[in-house]
């Protein structure tokens, strides 16, 4: 099972937005909308920022939001802020013998 | 208040043995689906295995027959059993709880470090 396929980098200004996609097959995005994704700062365990596709968990702020479509997901961070340069993984379930895969990772630099 | 603290992390030579543990605090580690996760030095996150609350196992491919994932109810603790260690097994080991209608990872901890290395 191959990881998921994120971009290496995303970067945008103070106030900005940015999408990071998450492309995965027919057999796990495609088929599942149980896609998640984790913020991990350096050094640091990864946070769940969103889970089933485009829900967030209480605490997380609402300038992070997941979407889908097709077999590719997306977050999108909007109005960008200084704390939210690190890095972010994409997670999918796919199925009972695989069980879950991440993405490739996405490096988020804010200008 | 959840919380998740491993340890049994180290250098250990290849081929060796090493059992991580992760204990648990503000919940039931028999009562949730219990995931291991690694991350290579500068690399991305690896699912390696899980065990559900009915105590079904799984593994992913790489790891297949040299771990063995387990839980002690009295301690509340999760482990990983590891044997016939190899370079490609250095990493970072997080236990994470998972969420299992919706496959996700709410909580994580700290990480414990594996190296092995000759």
């Known amino acids: 099972q191959s990881a998921l396929t994120q971009p290496a980098s995303v970067s945008g200004s103070p106030g900005q937005s940015i999408t990071i996609s998450c492309t995965g097959t027919?057999?796990?995005?495609?088929?599942?909308?149980?896609v998640s994704w984790y913020q991990q700062h350096p050094g640091k365990a990864p946070k769940l920022m969103i889970y089933?596709?485009?829900k967030r968990p209480s605490g997380v702020s609402n300038r992070f939001s997941g979407s889908k479509s097709g077999n590719t997901a997306s977050l999108t961070i909007s109005g960008l802020q200084a704390e939210d340069e690190a890095d972010y993984y994409c997670c999918s379930y796919a199925g009972s013998s695989i069980l879950y895969v991440f993405g490739t990772g996405t490096k988020v630099t804010v200008l | 208040e959840v919380q998740l603290v491993e340890s049994g992390g180290g250098l250990i030579q290849p081929g060796g043995s090493l059992r991580l543990s992760c204990a648990a605090s503000?919940?039931?580690?028999?009562?949730?689906?219990m995931s291991w996760v690694r991350q290579a030095p500068g690399k991305g996150l690896e699912w390696v295995s899980v065990?559900?609350?009915?105590?079904?196992?799984y593994y992913a491919d790489s790891v297949k027959g040299r771990f063995t994932i387990s839980r002690d109810n009295s301690k509340n603790t999760l482990y990983l059993q590891m044997n016939s260690l190899r370079a490609e097994d250095t990493a970072v080991y997080y236990c994470?709880?998972?969420?299992?209608?919706?496959?996700?990872?709410?909580?994580w901890g700290q990480g414990t470090l594996v190296t092995v290395s000759s």
């Open positions: 089933e596709v485009s």
């Open positions: 027919s057999s796990d995005v495609g088929s599942y909308n149980l």
């Open positions: 065990i559900y609350s009915g105590g079904s196992t």
């Open positions: 994470a709880r998972g969420y299992p209608v919706g496959a996700f990872f709410d909580y």
């Open positions: 503000g919940f039931t580690v028999s009562s949730n689906y």
